[in-house]
C-alpha cells in the first residue's frame, strides 16, 4: 500500500497541498533490458508517488508545485498584486502556483487588473506560463542579476529560490553547492526587496549555515525551517523562508 501523506491540522489521508493518499496496490516495475535498477527504482517512486498523480491531475508541471503550495498556505506571501522573482524555475510547477496566488487561478495578469508582475528564471529552458516572463540564463552570470532587475521594473516583494546543483554523491560537496545558490539569491534579495518582503529558499538538511542565517536574521523579521510534508523523506532538502524584510 501507497503511504498517504498527512498534513498537520488537516484530516488524515490530505496533506497541507491537498493531495489525497491512493488506496490502489502499489505498482511494482520490472527491470528490463537497457534498464539499469536505479532507473527501474526511479521509475517504480513516480508510478507510486501520489503527488506525481497529483500533478498530473492538476495540470501541473512538477510534483514541486505542492511544495509551494504547502510553504506559502504556512507563510502566506504570495499575494494578489505581489513582484515576484521565481529563481531556478524550470519546469514551471512553482511559477504556475506563482500564477494562480498572484493573479487568481485561472486567470492571467492581463485579464486580472492586478499590478503584480512574476519573472520566472533558469538556465535552462521552460515552457511560457501565462501570467509570467521568463528568462533563460545563468543567474551565476555577473549580467544576470541586472537583466532580472530590468524585467521587475522596480522592487520586489517575493524573492523564491529553488535552484539546484547538480548531485556529487558527496554530501559536504552537495551542501556547499547548494549553500552557494541560497547565498547568491539572498544578496540578490537584499538588493531588491522592498520592505516587508519575503525570501524563501531550497538548503539542505541540517539548514541554512551560520554565516547565511545570521544575515537573515539582520534582514528579516522572522527567520525559519521549513520541510513541506510534499517533500520526499528520503530527500535531504528542507527549506528557509525569511519574512518581514526590514527598511534599509
Given at each position: 500500500?501507497?503511504k498517504?501523506?498527512t498534513?498537520?491540522?488537516?484530516?488524515?489521508g490530505?496533506s497541507?497541498g491537498?493531495?489525497?493518499?491512493s488506496?490502489?496496490?502499489r505498482?511494482?516495475?520490472k527491470?528490463?533490458?537497457?534498464r539499469s535498477?536505479s532507473?527501474?527504482?526511479?521509475?517504480?517512486?513516480?508510478?507510486?508517488?501520489?503527488?506525481?498523480a497529483?500533478?498530473?491531475r492538476?495540470?501541473y508541471?512538477?510534483?514541486?508545485a505542492?511544495k509551494?503550495?504547502?510553504i506559502?498556505?504556512?507563510?502566506?506571501?504570495?499575494?494578489k498584486g505581489a513582484?515576484?522573482?521565481?529563481?531556478?524555475?524550470t519546469p514551471?510547477?512553482?511559477?504556475?502556483?506563482?500564477?494562480?496566488?498572484v493573479?487568481?487561478?485561472?486567470?492571467?495578469?492581463?485579464?486580472?487588473?492586478?499590478?503584480?508582475?512574476?519573472?520566472a528564471v533558469?538556465?535552462n529552458e521552460?515552457?511560457?506560463v501565462?501570467?509570467?516572463?521568463?528568462?533563460q540564463?545563468?543567474f551565476?552570470?555577473n549580467?544576470?542579476p541586472?537583466?532580472?532587475?530590468?524585467a521587475l521594473g522596480g522592487?520586489?516583494?517575493?524573492i523564491?529560490?529553488?535552484?539546484a546543483a547538480?548531485?556529487t554523491g558527496?554530501r559536504?560537496?552537495d551542501?556547499?553547492?547548494v549553500?552557494?545558490?541560497?547565498e547568491?539569491a539572498?544578496l540578490?534579495?537584499?538588493?531588491?526587496l522592498?520592505?516587508?518582503g519575503?525570501?524563501?529558499a531550497?538548503?539542505?538538511?541540517?539548514g541554512?549555515?551560520?554565516e547565511?542565517?545570521?544575515?537573515?536574521k539582520?534582514?528579516f523579521?522572522?527567520?525559519?525551517?521549513?520541510?513541506?510534508?510534499s517533500?520526499?523523506s528520503?530527500s535531504k532538502?528542507i527549506y528557509?523562508?525569511?519574512?518581514?524584510f526590514?527598511?534599509r
Open positions: 500500500m501507497s498517504r501523506p498534513g498537520k491540522g488537516q484530516k488524515r490530505k497541507a491537498g493531495v489525497a493518499g488506496r490502489e496496490a505498482q511494482r516495475v527491470t528490463a533490458r537497457g535498477n532507473s527501474t527504482r526511479w521509475l517504480e517512486r513516480q508510478l507510486n508517488d501520489p503527488y506525481v497529483a500533478a498530473k492538476d495540470g508541471r512538477s510534483r514541486a505542492y509551494l503550495r504547502e506559502d498556505d504556512r507563510f502566506r506571501f504570495l499575494k513582484r515576484v522573482v521565481d529563481l531556478g524555475s514551471g510547477g512553482w511559477t504556475q502556483v506563482c500564477v494562480e496566488r493573479f487568481g487561478a485561472g486567470v492571467s495578469a492581463a485579464s486580472s487588473g492586478e499590478r503584480g508582475i512574476i519573472v533558469d538556465i521552460m515552457e511560457p501565462t501570467g509570467a516572463k521568463f528568462l540564463l545563468d551565476l552570470d549580467a544576470a541586472a537583466l532580472v532587475k530590468q522592487q520586489a516583494d517575493v523564491l529560490s529553488d535552484m547538480p548531485a558527496h559536504a560537496t551542501h556547499l553547492r549553500m552557494a545558490l541560497c547568491v539572498l540578490f534579495a537584499i538588493e531588491v522592498a520592505v516587508g519575503a525570501f524563501c531550497k538548503v539542505l538538511r541540517g541554512a549555515d551560520t547565511i542565517l545570521n544575515r537573515l539582520q534582514e523579521s522572522e527567520v525559519r525551517h521549513y520541510k513541506p510534508e517533500s520526499r528520503d532538502e528557509v523562508v525569511a519574512t518581514g526590514k527598511d
